[in-house]
């Protein structure tokens, strides 16, 4: 006959006792060692003490220093043509004549009409002196002169508005005329841009007044020349701000050498206000919670703080740090969500 085992309610309960103490301690001790032999991996970087420049950025349209559209100011047949397309020309420049053998011939008929009184009043002016001639006959003579000296300049004038010519260096535009075609008042002929020099209007927020100033130094850049940065100079700036979005108009003057930028482009303008000497740290670092902003330190001991850091200027990639952290001291740059206060962590690069 088979005796049934039973277990005592103090054996029992000394059981229980043993499992609850393994439940309890045994996980806690292996995290720890877990922990203590799998440091986070991380990426570091020195607070240091740099120059910190505030600039200013805005976008504006380029336009010529000087641009003009060239047209003609009477209806006449186009003679000879003296330019083509795009090309560079110097102020004073004939682009092109327009039929001129009326006003040419008109103005060889006064030369010799002029000519030939200059001498008949030569030849009075002579015997006047001899008392050979009356003093009414020596002004005749020279109101002659006089007024074929008149007709002759207003023929040079006719003659010359038959001529175009640039009235400043640039560069051409498309022609848009051939030779013997009847050009109208008003009708494009081509347009001529004066481009060594490119204005740039920019709107600035009326808090960034009192930085900006006739001759300050300004940076432009355009997506067409990525890398390239064109180097110019405030030139104006408006007299009113904009009730409307409470900004100011500022011209700038921007050097362009080698005729890269064109009217009508897009600029990227950057106005620098100062330079700050101030301790500055990757943005990479910073960790928001709610309204503040921390970063981890690193100690000597590879061990994490978490630290409240007050920030002053921002740019891309960069802020300023006011208080909470002093040069030298180290800061996490990757690897910031694998760690939290008091973390044991692995130095894998320092990114200084």
């Known amino acids: 006959m088979s005796q049934q085992f039973k277990f005592s309610p103090l054996v029992l309960a000394v059981v229980l006792v043993i499992a609850f103490a393994i439940y309890l301690f045994l996980p806690a001790e292996t995290e720890t060692q877990q922990r203590q032999g799998r440091a986070s991996p991380v990426v570091v970087t020195s607070v240091t003490e740099q120059a910190f420049p505030i600039v200013v950025e805005a976008l504006g349209t380029a336009s010529a220093n000087e641009s003009i559209v060239v047209t ?41 009409n002029l000519a030939e009184a200059k001498r008949q009043l030569a030849r009075v002016r002579d015997l006047a002196q001899e008392n050979a001639a009356s003093q009414q006959l020596l002004d005749e003579r020279q109101a002659l002169v006089d007024a074929l000296k008149a007709q002759l300049d207003v023929a040079l004038a006719r003659l010359a508005d038959l001529q175009i010519t640039a009235p400043f260096g640039g560069l051409l535009g498309v022609r848009e005329i051939s030779e013997g075609a009847l050009v109208r008042p ?7 841009d004066d481009l060594h020099v490119v204005k740039v209007d920019f709107s600035i927020s009326e808090r960034h007044l009192p930085s900006v100033a006739l001759g300050q130094q300004v940076t432009a850049s355009s997506v067409a020349y990525p890398g390239t940065d064109f180097s110019g100079e405030i030139s104006h700036i408006a007299s009113r701000i904009d009730p409307i979005t409470r900004a100011v108009q500022v011209r700038a003057k921007i050097d362009n050498p080698e005729y890269q930028l064109r009217p009508g482009m897009l600029l990227k303008v950057v106005v620098e206000k100062q330079v700050l000497n101030t301790l500055v740290i990757p943005e990479t670092a910073l960790v928001p919670i709610e309204d503040k902003q921390y970063v981890y330190v690193v100690d000597a001991e590879n061990k994490t703080k978490r630290t409240e850091v007050k920030l002053g200027e921002r740019k891309p990639g960069l802020a300023q740090v006011i208080s909470g952290l002093s040069e030298g001291q180290k800061v996490v740059v990757e690897g910031t969500l694998r760690v939290k206060d008091g973390s044991t962590v692995k130095v894998v690069g320092d990114s200084q």
């Open 72 to 112: 003609a100011q009477e209806a006449d047949k186009v003679g000879e043509i003296f330019f083509d397309d795009g090309d560079l020309v110097e102020a004073g420049k004939l682009l092109l004549t327009f039929n001129s053998r009326e006003e040419e011939s008109r103005v060889e008929e006064l030369k010799v």
């Open 186 to 192: 008003g009708d494009t002929i081509t347009t001529l």
